[in-house]
């Protein structure tokens, strides 16, 4: 699908264009009106911040917001390295009909570089694997069940790192949003995990804190991957 036709589909303005069941095309519009007002529901109802489907070929041929990522091509490309890339051909290729697959935060271009993270698994039909269900994680939801701070007193928060030691959750005592910004030190991540209490480091946020740190698991490995 051309960046163009694409276009066509999508002439609605762009932060409105999941309100929309009709694009204005007739061929485009038929499944459109069927199966979009679902999609929306589906999203609204789980905090999903976008709905995509691609076919086996790599093309996205659905976006609830028909963003940047709308009708370009997952399989080769610019976006064939990008966390989308890569989880649309675990998820496409192989004949694992259930195979699930996670694509850590990165900055997303569709998001003016803001983080992004999904999560993806294959459509299937009687014949077989007819392609990709793709969802953009609802980070405002995880930042509030990572970020509830009871019974950790006036200073005391969790904050989700990943493989790397950047926050992937903003923190509640800075000014500024944190993700994929502040970064903790290696030497610190060490500490951190080496001690069961912790041990008070300066790091990240220019001040002494004592951190204890443990790994998550999710997907039938470790989350956040790197």
């Known amino acids: 699908m051309e960046r163009s036709q694409a276009n066509c589909f999508s002439p609605n303005p762009e932060d409105k264009r999941a309100l929309y069941s009709t694009a204005g095309v007739d061929d485009y519009d038929t499944l459109h009106a069927r199966y979009h007002p679902f999609f929306r529901r589906f999203s609204e109802a789980h905090g999903y911040r976008d709905v995509l489907l691609a076919n086996l070929s790599g093309d996205v041929?659905?976006?609830?917001?028909?963003?940047?990522?709308?009708?370009?091509?997952?399989?080769?490309?610019?976006?064939?390295?990008?966390?989308?890339?890569?989880?649309?051909?675990?998820?496409?290729?192989?004949?694992d009909k259930g195979k699930l697959a996670f694509a850590s935060y990165e900055a997303y271009?569709?998001?003016v570089g803001s983080p992004a993270?999904?999560?993806?698994?294959?459509?299937?039909?009687?014949?077989?694997?007819?392609?990709?269900?793709?969802?953009?994680?609802?980070?405002?939801?995880?930042?509030?069940?990572?970020?509830?701070?009871?019974?950790?007193?006036?200073?005391?928060?969790?904050?989700?790192?990943?493989?790397?030691?950047?926050?992937?959750?903003d923190s509640a005592t800075t000014p500024d949003n944190d993700i994929l910004k502040t970064r903790v030190s290696p030497d610190h991540r060490r500490k951190m995990s080496s001690s069961a209490v912790g041990s008070p480091i300066s790091a990240a946020r220019k001040r002494r804190w004592l951190p204890q740190a443990s790994?998550?698991?999710?997907?039938?490995?470790?989350?956040?991957?790197?």
């Open 61 to 95: 041929v659905y976006s609830l917001n028909k963003k940047g990522d709308f009708a370009v091509s997952l399989k080769d490309g610019s976006w064939k390295d990008t966390g989308l890339g890569r989880i649309f051909r675990e998820t496409a290729e192989g004949t």
């Open 215 to 226: 790994m998550l698991s999710a997907l039938a490995g470790p989350w956040p991957r790197s």
């Open 117 to 169: 993270t999904f999560i993806a698994i294959p459509l299937k039909s009687i014949a077989g694997k007819i392609g990709t269900l793709i969802l953009e994680m609802p980070d405002a939801r995880i930042g509030e069940i990572v970020g509830n701070r009871t019974g950790l007193g006036e200073t005391g928060e969790t904050i989700l790192l990943d493989g790397h030691g950047f926050f992937l959750t």
């Open 109 to 111: 271009a569709p998001l």
